[in-house]
């Protein structure tokens, strides 16, 4: 609880465990939305199967809209359409291609 009393630099957690220090006043959303720069959320596909949307929409009000927002995930489904909804503003995709085909680049030309 001492080291969450301010702005953490970097914060590992899970979507419930952030809403429930929230809902607890172990931390602050104002402190969230002042300090949060980037979110990563790892694994976005299953997010939604493990029953995390009411906590993220709990998180939406804490996320300021100059943080930058980074979903991952190995697949692509309506779930991973749901959260960039969600959490995105102005999303840019960017879809790699399996290693291995020969006429394919790993990495996008458009990308820098």
């Known amino acids: 609880k001492l080291a969450l009393s301010g702005p953490p630099n970097?914060?590992?957690?899970?979507?419930?465990c952030v809403?429930?220090?929230?809902?607890?006043?172990?931390v602050q959303g104002s402190s969230i939305k002042e300090s949060l720069s980037?979110?990563?959320l790892d694994e976005a596909d299953l997010l939604l199967s493990y029953r995390c949307e009411d906590d993220l929409k709990a998180l939406v009000p804490h996320i300021p809209r100059s943080c930058q927002s980074i979903l991952m995930s190995a697949t692509s489904s309506p779930d991973i359409d749901k959260l960039t909804?969600?959490?995105l503003h102005n999303p840019f995709v960017l879809t790699l291609t399996e290693v291995g085909h020969a006429k394919d680049d790993v990495v996008p030309r458009n990308v820098q």
Do not use: F
């Open 38 to 40: 980037m979110m990563i």
């Open 10 to 16: 970097i914060l590992v957690t899970t979507p419930a």
């Open 19 to 26: 809403a429930a220090c929230i809902s607890k006043g172990i």
């Open 85 to 87: 909804k969600l959490l």
